[in-house]
């Protein structure tokens, strides 16, 4: 006769959907354990302490929201500071303000009234007009002209992607927002920052209460895992779960290169853009100014965008026709089990921060709150 299992809840990955659905069932009296394969918890969120700077290890992480109980739900746990998000773009040497607003509009043409920018915009996109896009290339060019797509779109868009511009479908860029306004804040949210301290220190408010294991890889042990726990919460790739049946999901990926400088400040900004499709890497991060930090050394992350894949890191699902048809054949097997799919891996779907940690709220409220 086998043993009662010993938790409630055995929740796979320790990104920010495990550690507050975790946090929440805690909460409500059920006992849990949190496994990761990572010899860390955090999932994409962790940083690394090096010469006293939160270095975001899987890429620049800004929580930005406009939901304000999420906003006070994550200060909870720790202060975040007044870190706001405003990016520059490096074209051939020459620095331009993100988002597009009138400080950029300065810097390529010298207007200075909204009236004057929105002037050059017409010339440059009328001609632009009759043109129903067939690809994202006569869609940017139609959005905002010659000047902006080639300086500050055209390259970047091709690394990210791998394609060129006008090989990618027209519906990736739907709108492009133009700001005639000086206002460098990319977010439009309410919120924003970093937390005082790192994300670390979100996860471990999380995690207080919770027993948590590292370097436990689910797939070797998932017998003996699943046995320990009534139910499990599976934030893992969907099609890892169900073995690859029908085939593997792609992911766009992206390689950091990290670098410690002997300098105290490299670019001046936490984020620069690099633009022109020759510089091969799409970004520059530069972590101390993320919390304004005065240490003698830096640390800056490069970021290579890497090919389509499913063997890589995945970062970007990639929800083209193929790759939706795969998901949804593993999501009909899904509704058949008892685990619980949660998060950006087992959705396959881009979540910023914000909407993953509502996400994990919604559903431990349906199951500790509306089913009481």
Not at 20 to 34: D, N, Q, Y
Not at 359 to 372: C, G, H, V
Request: overall charge positive; some cysteine.
């Amino acid at each position: 006769m086998k043993n009662s299992p010993k938790y409630d809840y055995l929740i796979v990955g320790a990104g920010l959907y495990g550690a507050v659905f975790a946090r929440e069932a805690t909460k409500h009296g059920k006992k849990c354990l949190i496994i990761d394969k990572r010899n860390h918890l955090g999932g994409n969120t962790y940083c690394e302490e090096i010469e006293g700077i939160n270095v975001h290890k899987y890429g620049a992480h800004i929580f930005h929201t406009n939901d304000k109980p999420i906003w006070d739900y994550v200060n909870s746990f720790v202060l975040f500071n007044r870190y706001t998000n405003s990016p520059l773009a490096n074209f051939e040497g020459k620095l331009y303000n993100l988002p597009f607003n009138m400080n950029t509009f300065y810097q390529l043409w010298g207007t200075k009234t909204p009236e004057e920018a929105k002037a050059v915009l017409d010339k440059q996109t009328n001609k632009y007009n009759s043109i129903n896009p067939s690809n994202l290339e006569e869609q940017a060019l139609k959005l905002v002209g010659d000047d902006i797509y080639k300086k500050l779109i055209k390259g970047y868009t091709e690394k990210q992607w791998g394609r060129k511009a006008s090989e990618l479908p027209a519906f990736i860029i739907k709108r492009l927002p133009l700001r005639f306004t000086y206002d460098n804040n990319y977010f439009n949210d309410a919120y924003q920052g970093i937390p005082i301290g790192g994300y670390n220190k979100l996860i471990q408010g999380l995690l207080k209460h919770v027993e948590c294991r590292t370097n436990v890889d689910f797939f070797k042990e998932k017998e003996s895992l699943t046995e320990l726990a009534q139910q499990v919460v599976f934030t893992g790739k969907i099609d890892e779960y169900f073995d690859y049946c029908h085939g593997k999901l792609e992911y766009r990926g992206l390689d950091f290169k990290h670098e410690v400088l002997d300098q105290s400040n490299y670019q001046g900004n936490a984020v620069v853009n690099y633009t022109e499709a020759k510089i091969p890497f799409t970004r520059i991060i530069e972590h101390k100014h993320f919390e304004f930090g005065n240490q003698k050394a830096t640390v800056i992350t490069k970021e290579y965008p890497l090919e389509a894949s499913s063997d890589k890191e995945p970062y970007y699902p990639i929800n083209d026709t193929k790759n939706t048809k795969i998901f949804k054949a593993y999501q009909e097997m899904a509704k058949k089990e008892t685990t619980i799919f949660g998060g950006r891996l087992a959705e396959y779907k881009y979540y910023d921060m914000h909407q993953v940690i509502g996400a994990a709220l919604s559903k431990t409220r349906k199951l500790f709150i509306e089913k009481s």
